[in-house]
């Protein structure tokens, strides 16, 4: 073991301290660097949308299945959107078989959050026929490879998988109660495009402080309200992704710090 | 403000438990430990804190899951874990009754609990919802009929001292201005809420005897 | 000038009340020979400043600018030049400028020198496993007893209660408890006897009843004649002349987790009237 690696693994907060002291981090990269995203969409051809979303080393697949579904009693012209975070073991060493773990489930349900309260997509567009059919979108993000920043790769990822989905025109005979695909014709996803980092960023606020006290070194960094940024509306998807490199430089500390978790 | 009320020692076998109550939200969390730790949760420089909590109807689904996690960060880095390495912590929150506020009673109840239970702690915290309705009115603690109505629902939990903010969740698009009034008055409520706190401990060690 | 500061937190000085207190194996009547002779010093002028909390400023204080010297005990830490209570509790001052929280727990945590009463869990190789309701189990080498020596070995099966105490209490070492003092001397530890009744209090509570100014247990002792110990860890092992007595006195102390003292010793005869009644009534029967 050389005596950089003996320094690291005995005295971690030392040796990360004078890195952050340099406003660097470990591996060279600046304190309010992005590390580089390589977004690539349609990459599972069976699934209705999907997209593959690189964050460094942070490898994000996610897959969209529709289904034809019906929709629930209290909400009867609305379609269901069920995101799921699945972080295999091949992904990190830390990372175990079995059922999802804490990580996997939180961003579960930050997706979920995200989904339904930024209004990026509306439920109504999924129903087909108010009662009788609607869409249920099943987004599947997997995780690959894991080095930090899972929520922003996965946010990523499912949006631009979203904006992949291609659905099938469905038409609904009433009279023999009978549905019938058009499997040739593809009928694109209405997408409102709300920046999703906006969200993200409150969302990800109470993420910093804990572990960035978890570390101990930033902690004096964290003012309550001060990580909050103004919702922007995007149009296409490559600004999507520009502007989300801006405010991860605002997230960086987050970044940072996940990134410390893991290096 | 709902009414806040509480009962520390609620439960005789556990180091320390709280009933605690917002409104019409119930929440009943025991504290046991510093204790026995096994093998595979073993930290060798700190304790381990394990959160569980289970809805009053139904079983544990995803919600809870992510409720438990933020609450186990939250209470992770108030509690002094490095004072008691190779132990386990375990908080266990039951939800009585709801009436939407369970984030932050759940939050209050661990508190109180762990206050009970006399775990070594940096400071104090709370939990205070505040929403904000279609007309750009906060409410502070509303009830789950008007959480339905409003636009954002946003939970904050704060210290004791300086009523900085130990984590934040957020349903609901806010934008930035509505986002620090909300905070405002957040921490505005919580003061009230550290002085129930205040109370509640006074109540408990002014009861005790005295011999000197 | 230099100030004292522990670097282990459960660090609990000598000049500790709570530490002075050794009257811990006795009849009724050493209790009253022990409490006049101890407390007077130490326990006295112990001053209750007021209830706090984690997180609270309990005082200022820069070693380097301020010339008096303080002591700080449990439940406190001193952080930035800032005193601030780490337990919520009543904060107590004694005399000596010894500041410390006085906070109710049922969870033990073991310190040095506290007396203790454990349960024999198993043996391995030359020490005994003792649990002592602590997060980790305690060991007790076989020759740590009162002329033990390696032909006498002290045998004790499992379940066997001991009375000992803690020899090393350290956040990063398991407990080790002894039966002896310095000199070799029992001074009143050991295995207890056979037929003893053990339950769980609160550690204020036995604290509370060992605190020699405190006569609850000569309350108790004008009714029946036992023998009580108290460990540090809550637990309290009391015998009598008979089950039922053994089961009021429980009782008894059992109040003064629910009750002031001034209640509980009130209370105290007339539960152990109603006891002792029940026990003549049988008795006739």
Redesign the interface.
């Given at each position: 073991m050389t005596s950089l690696e003996t320094w690291k693994t005995f005295e971690p907060e030392s040796y990360y301290k004078s890195f952050l002291e340099k406003n660097k981090r470990p591996d060279g990269r600046g304190l309010m660097k992005v590390r580089p995203i390589t977004i690539k969409i349609g990459t599972v051809t069976t699934a209705e949308g999907s997209s593959t979303v690189r964050v460094g080393h942070t490898t994000v697949m996610c897959g969209i299945k529709a289904e034809i579904a019906t929709p629930a009693l209290r909400n009867p012209d609305e379609g269901f959107i069920v995101p799921n975070v699945e972080l295999y073991p091949c992904s990190s060493p830390k990372i175990k078989m079995g059922p999802p773990g804490?990580k996997a489930?939180?961003t579960?349900?930050?997706l979920k959050?995200v989904l339904?309260?930024?209004?990026v997509l509306d439920l109504k567009d999924l129903c087909i026929v108010p009662n009788k059919l609607a869409w249920c979108l099943y987004c599947d993000v997997a995780c690959i490879n894991y080095d930090g920043n899972l929520y922003d790769a996965a946010l990523t990822a499912i949006m631009a998988a979203l904006q992949n989905v291609r659905l099938p025109v469905v038409s609904y005979d009433a009279e023999n109660d009978k549905t019938s695909v058009a499997s040739e014709r593809t009928l694109p996803l209405m997408i409102k495009l709300m920046d999703p980092t906006?969200?993200d960023e409150?969302?990800g606020?109470?993420?910093v402080?804990?572990v960035l006290?978890?570390n101990g070194s930033l902690c004096t960094t964290?003012k309550?309200?001060g990580q909050?940024?103004?919702?922007n509306i995007l149009d296409d998807f490559v600004k999507l992704a520009k502007k989300r490199v801006k405010v991860v430089n605002n997230l960086i500390d987050r970044v940072l710090t996940e990134r410390m978790d893991t290096s | 403000m709902s009414k806040h009320a509480c009962e520390l020692n609620f439960l005789s076998r556990s180091d320390g438990s709280a009933l605690y109550s917002i409104g019409n939200t119930v929440a009943l969390a025991s504290v046991n430990g510093p204790g026995e730790v096994k093998k595979f949760n073993r930290l060798y420089n700190r304790a381990y804190l394990e959160v569980s909590y289970s809805p009053s109807t139904g079983q544990s689904m995803?919600?809870e899951?992510?409720l438990?996690?933020?609450i186990?960060?939250?209470v992770?880095?108030v509690i002094l874990v490095h004072l008691h390495p190779r132990t386990a912590v375990n908080v266990t929150i039951q939800e009585m009754q709801s009436d939407g506020l369970e984030l932050s009673t759940s939050v209050n109840a661990a508190c109180l609990s762990l206050l009970d239970a006399g775990v070594q702690m940096k400071s104090t915290f709370a939990a205070v919802t505040c929403c904000l309705t279609p007309s750009s009115t906060i409410l502070i603690e509303p009830t789950a009929a008007e959480m339905k109505e409003s636009v954002?629902v946003a939970t904050f939990?704060l210290d004791g001292q300086a009523?900085?903010?130990?984590?934040?969740?957020?349903?609901?698009?806010?934008?930035?201005e509505n986002?620090?009034a909300c905070?405002k008055a957040c921490?505005t409520a919580a003061k009230d809420v550290f002085n129930f706190y205040r109370q509640a401990l006074e109540k408990k060690y002014h009861t005790c005897n005295e011999i000197s | 000038m230099t100030m004292k500061l522990p670097s282990n937190p459960h660090y609990v000085d000598l000049n500790h009340p709570q530490q002075q207190q050794h009257v811990l194996r006795y009849n009724p009547r050493a209790l009253e020979i022990n409490s006049e002779t101890k407390m007077s010093q130490e326990v006295a002028g112990v001053e209750v400043l007021k209830v706090v909390l984690p997180g609270d400023e309990v005082l200022q204080y820069n070693p380097d600018r301020n010339k008096e010297r303080i002591f700080i005990g449990p439940g406190l830490r001193w952080e930035d030049n800032v005193i601030r209570a780490t337990r919520p509790g009543l904060l107590k001052k004694t005399l000596k400028r010894l500041y410390y929280v006085d906070s109710h727990q049922k969870r033990y945590i073991p310190q040095k020198r506290e007396f203790v009463i454990g349960t024999v869990l198993k043996k391995k190789g030359d020490n005994y496993i003792i649990d002592i309701g602590a997060s980790e189990q305690a060991t007790i080498s076989y020759l740590s007893f009162e002329n033990a020596s390696k032909k006498t070995k002290k045998e004790m099966k499992v379940g066997d209660l001991i009375f000992g105490q803690l020899l090393v209490a350290n956040k990063d070492m398991e407990p080790e408890l002894v039966c002896i003092d310095t000199y070799d001397r029992a001074v009143g530890m050991g295995p207890l006897p056979e037929g003893g009744l053990l339950f769980n209090v609160s550690l204020h509570v036995a604290r509370l009843i060992v605190n020699p100014k405190n006569s609850f247990l000569l309350t108790i002792s004008k009714m029946f004649k036992y023998t009580i110990v108290v460990g540090f860890n809550g637990r309290i092992w009391v015998k009598a002349k008979k089950q039922g007595e053994m089961v009021a006195i429980m009782n008894c102390i059992l109040m003064l987790e629910v009750m002031t003292l001034e209640e509980a010793n009130e209370n105290a005869l007339r539960v152990l009237s109603s006891f002792s009644q029940h026990n003549s009534k049988e008795a006739t029967c």
């Open positions: 804490e489930m939180g579960s349900q930050f959050n339904h309260s930024s209004g906006a969200e409150s969302q606020s109470g993420e402080v804990v006290l978890e964290h309550p309200g909050l940024i103004l919702p | 995803i919600g899951r992510a438990e996690s933020v186990t960060r939250t992770e880095q954002a939990v009523l900085n903010v130990l984590s934040a969740h957020q349903e609901g698009c806010l934008n930035a986002f620090n905070l921490q | -």
